[in-house]
């Protein structure tokens, strides 16, 4: 895969439900971020990946929100107790080795809508 | 606190004409600027990065300023095409954090009619 991609592209679910999205970046790159952007505005940091380790989790808004990356690869972003206020489009990023000057390459994003 | 600010919030050109966006910014200490471009439904995309010494970047059509000292940066489109319809979304990172902390705008809405 050439890209960072991520699954479902759109997820709908009921408030109060879980939910998982996943983010597989391009191969190689050790760094991963994960962001939450609403509509009309940037995105907003949520969790960064060095490896398999969480370097900096401090934009995660509460507990409901976690996030895993097992083999350094693959990383999901966890959803409990989903609320109205989560809607939002998920994007994920990936970047050679996290430095400040390196082009972060995006994925497509997650489309959430809580009902 | 760090902050970027990007005007307008939204325009409309017609095709083949020039546009410039604008990003003020208030983050220290500052380490970079990139411009991205985010089409309807899709992730952004790396257009420019500029450092502290670099004034200007181009990149096709597309041409970054960025004057350090007043904090201000800007983005030139030249000879408009339907394409460039997206969002463009300015970021600022600093030394003092990751790159994925880095600030970002709102982004500019433009919209190319034929």
Known sequence: GAGVSQTPSNKVTEKGKYVE??????????????????????????????GTGAADDSGLPNDRFFAVRPEGSVSTLKIQRTERGDSAVYLCASSLNGGLGETQYFGPGTRLLVL | ?????????????????????????????FSNLRWYKQDTGRGPVSLTIMTFSENTKSNGRYTATLDADTKQSSLHITASQLSDSASYICVVSSTNTNAGKSTFGDGTTLTVKP
Do not use: M
């Open chain 1, 21 to 50: 999205l996943r983010c597989d970046p391009i191969s190689g790159h050790t760094a991963l971020y994960w962001y939450r952007q609403s509509l009309g505005q940037g995105p907003e940091f949520l969790i960064y990946f060095q």
């Open chain 2, 1 to 29: 606190k760090n902050q970027v600010e990007q005007s307008p919030q939204s325009l409309i050109i017609l095709e083949g004409k020039n546009c410039t966006l604008q990003c003020n910014y208030t983050v220290s200490p």
